[in-house]
């Protein structure tokens, strides 16, 4: 990609972050009611109002899941968006990522300074597993929901590495221990033993019942501002220190489904922007969209952190524990809490979240740069953030 | 007032350094709308507007810095419909590519910011929709409050003909005035080769009172795109570029009983954002689905009658959904490298009875 000589983009910074406490299902509140509570939290950390907000940048993933087509026009009042320019980005599950990234864009062009992006899920209005299950003609009548379209690419993988087939037990239970130090994860299973995890009812093989994401209703905001709103800002900012999309076609002769090259370039992309030529030394805590558990080690391949055939073998040593030197998912990730519109945006809040410091029990200690991941569609969207705590260049 | 991108109304400060980046659009392409595209996908749909667009431009997909489209999942009827869309394009290499939920006007402007940060000196914009898989005016019902008017199921027509009583009982039209400005559009339409309905159009019954069926747009299947290009680039690209002087959009609340549906103060906002009120622009392409809605529009933005209107025939003559906005900004933009306009102003809406509106600027280069 060229660079404009001459144009020289705003810095962004992330100087607030809200979500709501994910469940399985948020009677209590409207959908409206819903993206308002992670919005307000978001302000209230960033100590503003409504008022010094220029712009909302919203996401979500399909309308479906609520039933409620283009929910971004009745969402106007309930994000403060009344006189202001509201924008929906739809790029299916990486739609949380994508969305921060359009918001940092409008920040780093100058177009506006003060920017909330919010995503949002609210999956108990409908049946998200079958509201993925395209009908005959769009779709063979073979796949049920996300589970039946990646488990074959998980057996891939497994026959690619040789990996052990106790892998993906480990990452699922290391991402719901790591969801009982985040008050606002879905799953809180106090009780759960990584035998309870290999012994539950086996789902699309070789993914068992507690190595799946389970389905919330969530949402998720940030404020982002430029250097002049970061000063003013109470508590310490997270910077962008490099952001990405990419993209490739759903199906083609000589994909590749266990590491898609949309995934390598987009990380590519991030790593050059942000200055880091070995991420596995220069990145202090990941969070990466891990819907089902074995996605761990393949995306520590895809990411670079990871040679080929090895990313497991971080995951079997530990290395991607909370205590371990490449912390992956601390907050306990997509396998403790997806609203799966929102569940990119939480990863990319997450990252900020770390190099803040402010990440409570779940805090990586000295994180300085984390990475935030999301992909979607069948592994063809990508959307990426590395995040510091030092303005870039400083 | 400032033709470049500036903070919120309300908002004191101003940006250290505005960008001053010029960008332009340097080539436009749609289909041929039509009432139904059953035999083709939206990819099929799409393939030869895509080939057409980066024809003109000479460029091939992979040459494209960043690519954004526009369409609904509930137009198609199906989750994740944008990306089988994807395939017309040929993400192989992969791509740095976006997708908005909504008309294909707001994919142009996520790209249009994209190339105000200098991160890509092109941009390949697209939006489709195929109506014709359900029944519009039922599945834009879904639009509306999910909890007090959705479950009403008031459709679109009806909301529209709402809002043209409520523009009749202000005194601001009548009747014969939006058969007038239907029976316009649909001659000056018989000039352009894509649109669906031309020529003498019996202006009909009422569709819902007070609209007839002549003010009601066709329900139409459809594709359109724009290449975008940076400074030098696009003079390279481009013996005329239309360059984008100035680009905002806003929303008004979706309530509709606290609008007052004669007005569209989000229009007039976005207009004063993007430069509009600088200089009076000879084009406006207005994205007005309803003849009631080009009357509040022009009002609006304080068109007088100095402005040629929908020279292509506008969203009356042809009304391929989530392409419709950005259609005229490649109609406006097609005025200005044909040198029919020096300065045109193109408008995008969405949501019901004119909601959310975005305008665009755009000028040929100073002679």
Redesign the interface.
Known sequence: ????AG????PVAIVGIGQTRHVAARRDV??AGLVREAAQRALQDAELTW?????VVIGK?????????????????ALG????????????GSVGG?TAL?AA??V???????VLTLAFEKQSESNAMW??S??VP?QQPLLAGAGGFFAPHVRAYMRRTGAPATVGSLVAYKDRRNALKNPYAHLHEHDLTLEKVQASPMLWDPVRYSETCPSSDGACAMVLT?R?GARRAPRPAAWVHGG???????L?AGKDFVS???GK??AA?VYRQAGITDPRREIDAVEMYVPFSWYEPMWLENLGFAAPGEGWKLTESGVTELDGDLPVNPSGGVLSANPIGASGMIRFAEAALQVRGQAGEHQVPGARRALGHAYG??S??FSMWVVGADAPGA | MSAT???????P?V?????A?EIAVVAFAQSDHTRDSAEVSEAELLLPVLQDVLGQAGLRAGEI?F?CSGS???LAG???S???A??SV?????????????DGA?AL??AW??L??????TALVYAYGKSSSGEVRD??T??????YV?PLWPDSVALAALQAQALIDAGATDEAALAGVAARSRADAAANPHAQLTGPVPHGPYAVRPLHTGDCPPVTDGAAAVVLA??DTARRLCDRPAWIRGM????????LGVRDLTDS??AR?AAERAGACERPVDTAELHAPFSSQEVILRRALRLDDAVRINPSGGALAANPMMATGLIRIGEAAQRIGRGDSRRALAHAT???CL??NLVAVLEGEPR
């Not at chain 1, 993933?61 to 009042?77: N, Q, W």
């Not at chain 2, 040929?90 to 909504?102: D, F, L, N, R």
Request: proline fraction near 10%; hydrophobic fraction near 35%.
């Open positions: 990609m060229s660079s404009a144009t020289t983009k705003e409207s959908i008022q010094d907000i220029d712009a993933a399909p309308d479906f899941f609520e039933g409620v087509m283009m929910p971004e026009l009745y969402l106007a009042d968006a009344v006189g202001k320019p509201l924008l929906r980005v739809h790029t299916a994508s359009v864009d409008l780093a062009a100058r177009v506006h300074r003060t509201g993925l395209l009908p769009f430029d002049a990405a999309m990419r993209s490739e076609p759903t083609f898609p090259q949309a370039d987009c992309a569609g069948g063809q969207f | 991108p500036g903070p919120a109304a309300g908002t400060q940006p250290d350094t505005p960008p980046r810095d690519t609904s999942d509930y199906r989750a994740f944008f990306t089988m994807l395939d040929g993400a192989w290499p992969p791509i740095a590519e976006s997708h908005v939920e909504t707001w402007y996520e910011v994209k105000l940060t200098g991160d890509a000196e599945v834009l879904r639009q509306l409050d999910p909890y959705a940076a400074g905002d959009h806003r929303t008004e609340a979706h309530g103060p989000s906002l969405s949501g019901p909601q959310q």
